[in-house]
């Protein structure tokens, strides 16, 4: 019994171990498979199945910055400094500049210095102004004086001199009126002045009035104003005898050839004042002589200027229209 008993005891012993070893087996088995069943269904579920959970595309990657630049050395302090300095003058004198060119567009010609008046060689003449007619006589060019006849003192006629001229008092004459003869002492042949004195005579010459007068520069400047009985005497003598087109009629003393000089400008013409203007030609003495006659009414004049090595044309010109609207 006992030996049987311990038998069964063993079997039953050695049934259970294997009992639960094979049952440790299985487990482990089914552990496996269902662990490989669990693969299989998550992988089918993400890849097949219509319950796959759709993933949203990634956004578009931004693109990269650019690689800035190496950054630029540093200038040295010293350039800086220099440049800095040379920019402020820049603009100080850019500022001078633009407020100079101001200043000077704004103030008249005659308040520049270097651009004045006397800069282009004219003289500073003093205000004219014609002299009073008598009362009740009309001017030399009104429709209800045919004679043309300058009804003024002639005297107050001539043009004054300049600004810091000296005046010639040889030609101021007695009580203002010149001889004849010293007017035809400006023409240098005895024959022509014999000439010229009979054709003043014949066309009833009444009397000249003259001034003269020395600028600073050397320029000698005489005017002489002859007055007749009409304005048809003096521009038949104008015309026919003194101041023909192309060259004088009688040379002037100190000249050699004259010929007409036209660089006057037209806007100097003066209404009803006939000019005809006559400069010497190279090669000249010790003087060049610049001289013009004009026709006005019943006045004849002759304006005349010289100077030592040349003379110059901007005064000429300027003596001449302001004598011709004194005339005019």
Sequence with gaps: MTEQTETQSETQSETTTETQSETTTETQAQTQTSAQTQTQTQTQTQTEGPAAIVVP????????????????????????????????????????????????????????????????????????????????????????????????????????????????????????????????AEYSEASERDALRTALTDRGLRYIAARGWTTTDGTRTRIYLLRFGSGVVVHDLFTERVAPASAPGFRLRGTDVSLFDDGFPPQTDIDRVQRSAYNEMAPYGPEQVRHAYLSAGDVLALVVQSREGRAAAVPFQQTVVLQSQLLG
Excluded: C, Q
């Excluded at 103030?107 to 060689?121: F, I, Q, Y």
């Excluded at 008598?134 to 004679?147: Q, T, V, Y």
């Excluded at 004459?173 to 035809?184: E, K, Q, Y």
């Design 57 to 184: 595309p990634l956004p578009a990657t931004p693109p990269l910055p650019a690689t800035p630049p190496p950054p630029a050395p540093r200038p040295d302090r010293r350039v800086l400094r220099a440049v800095l300095r040379w920019t402020a003058v820049a603009v100080v004198f850019g500022a001078v500049g633009a407020g100079t060119a101001y200043g000077i567009g704004a103030m008249e010609r005659s308040d520049v210095p270097g651009l004045a008046t006397a800069s282009d060689g004219r003289w500073e003449y003093p205000t004219l102004i014609r002299p009073p007619l008598p009362s009740g006589s009309p001017g030399p060019f009104a429709d209800s004086n045919p004679a043309e006849a300058h009804h003024a003192d002639l005297r107050a006629l001539v043009l004054p001199a300049p600004k810091g001229a000296k005046e010639d008092p040889a030609l101021r004459g007695s009580d203002g009126w010149l001889p004849t003869g010293t007017f035809l």
